[in-house]
Every structure is written in C-alpha cells, then in structure tokens.
C-alpha cells in the first residue's frame, strides 16, 4: 500500500522562495526619509601594497617589514598597528547581517585614512573570509566600483568627498568614543525621540572607528564636540560597539 506521505506523480514540493535582499529606496531623496541609520565607519586603513605576489591589501601583519622600511626612508614615524583593515571586514559584516539592514533602514558610507570615501550598497554579501575580503577591496581600489554578477547594480563604489554631501540634511550626527559620555543606548534612542533630538520618520547619523585605538580624527568639522558618545564603560571593539548601538534602535522601531 502506497504511504499516504508519498508526492503523488505530477506533483510538485513547494518552493521556498529565495531572498532577495531588502526593500530599497530608489532615488536620494527617498533614503533621506524614514526612520533610518546612515553609518559612517571612518579612519578605515584600506591601502594597496605591491609585493612579490601582487597587490595586496596593506596590514601589519603581512607587511610589516614594508611598512617599517617605508618609515625608515621617509624619516617619519608610522604606527603600524594602525594598518588593520581587518576591523573592516568586522564592522561591516556586523552592520551588513543586523536586521536593521535586512529591513533595509541601513544606509552605510567608509572613508578611509587615505581620504577615500565608499559607499555600501546594503544588499553587497560581503565575503565571510577575510582574505577574500581583502581581495574585493583590492580590486574596488582599482577598478572604483563593484558590480553585482547578474546586473549592472553596483555593490561598491568610491564616491567623492566629502562625507556631508552624502548625509540627510539637518541630520543628527552622533559620533562614538570611550571619551565620549556614557550612554545607555536602550534608554539614550527613545530619550532622543522624546525631547525631539530625533524626528520620527527621519535618518540619524552614527559614526564609529574603524581603527584599533584612539579617539576618530578628522571628523571634527561634521560632528558637534557634545555629540560624542560612549555605549559602553570599556573600550568595545568597532563590531561590537556597532552591534550594540543598532540593538537600540532595532528594539524602539
């Protein structure tokens, strides 16, 4: 006897439909409404180096005799351990898999120590390994721009400087910092709302480093000196600040 469980002939198993990325705004001025978080990851060390290999994507632990040899002829003093663009590859894998992201309310720029400025299309799968990450971030230096396989969709591209022209105007801009005041984020977002820092149905800016240690240069002329942060009493790593800080705005929208 036949089981009843049996897929009788002509019949098909139902397919599971297949993601297909988030729901994205199309124009400008589009990604500058709803409530949104445009994230800047600044001071990101993402440089190309020649070596016997070829390009290759400058660190400083492949290539530290490289980069003390360059100090040397140069007489100037390079701190090695800022060359990690490992940090990198965390933060945005971090960002790329929060559901924020998959919801499509994410919106992220890197600008790198080299003034480099990227924009991050949300729906980019950002390689898990890092030397496969090393390798696209290579070829986007080369070539500015990635493209998805099957379209013409840009997944990455270099945009131009600087950071502001692409942030919503009259945006909050907060920036993160252990010396920055101590927040606690689950309560910092929705007080926010309340005394009308933030507008409901409007983008905030988040800035966070993308560097090993010290407070984020540079971006002074785009941040307010009160506008500076700390999510955490001890001093986070930029995945997992970032981790952090999304989760309180995933659970107030």
Known sequence: MASSHQVQP?????????????????????????????????????????????????????????????????NLKVDVSMYRPDIVHQALLALLDSPLNKAGKLKIFIHTQKNVLIE?????????????????????????????????????????????????????????????????????????????TFTKGKPVVLVFGAHPHGKIQGADDYIDDANWIAVSQYALSSAAAISRTLNGFEKYW
């Not at 439909?17 to 409404?33: A, Q």
């Not at 840009?154 to 927040?183: C, M, R």
Request: hydrophobic letters at 35%; glycine letters at 6%.
């Open 10 to 74: 002509g019949s098909q198993k139902p397919q599971k439909k297949k993601y297909l990325g988030p729901k994205l705004p199309e124009t400008r001025d589009e990604w500058f409404e709803g409530d949104r978080l445009f994230v800047v990851l600044e001071m990101a060390s993402l440089e190309t180096v020649k070596t016997r290999k070829g390009y290759e994507l400058l660190n400083s632990e492949d290539h530290h005799g490289i980069l003390h040899k360059a100090a040397s002829k140069s």
């Open 120 to 196: 991050v299309n949300p729906k980019l799968r950002i390689p898990r390994t890092y030397n496969r990450f090393a390798g696209l971030m290579v070829q986007l230096l080369y070539q500015f721009r990635i493209k998805a396989k099957n379209s013409n969709e840009k997944l990455l591209k270099i945009v131009k400087n600087p950071i502001t022209n692409h942030l919503p105007p009259n945006a909050p801009i907060f920036g993160t910092s252990k010396t920055g005041q101590l927040i606690d984020v689950h309560e910092w977002v929705p007080s926010n709302y309340i005394n009308k």
